[in-house]
């Protein structure tokens, strides 16, 4: 999802979820990323948000959190 609160300021959210019946090897992954994304002049974007992408495991294997926190980022589109 991606919202305009101006022509250059967005919020965005996304996020997917893949249970056990549509991989092998884990019981159940978890990705969600959620932010503002800024956009000076055309093709440039600088992006600031949080992410959390973390697997359970399946039939004995552990759990494992694999990013968990706050992020800035940036990006050119040529």
């Known amino acids: 999802m ?3 609160l101006t022509d250059s300021i967005h919020v965005f ?3 997917y979820v893949a249970p056990d019946g ?3 090897s884990v019981k159940n992954y978890v990705e ?3 932010g503002v994304s800024w956009s000076p002049i055309g ?3 600088l992006k600031v ?3 959390h ?3 359970d495991g399946k039939e004995g294997r552990p759990n494992h959190t694999l990013i968990d ?3 800035v980022g940036g990006g050119v589109t040529f």
Request: charged content about 10%.
């Open 2 to 4: 991606n919202v305009a």
């Open 13 to 15: 959210g996304e996020g």
């Open 22 to 24: 549509l991989n092998n």
């Open 32 to 34: 969600a990323n959620g």
């Open 43 to 45: 093709p440039v974007t």
């Open 49 to 51: 948000g949080y992410r």
């Open 53 to 55: 992408v973390s697997v």
């Open 69 to 71: 926190g706050a992020y």
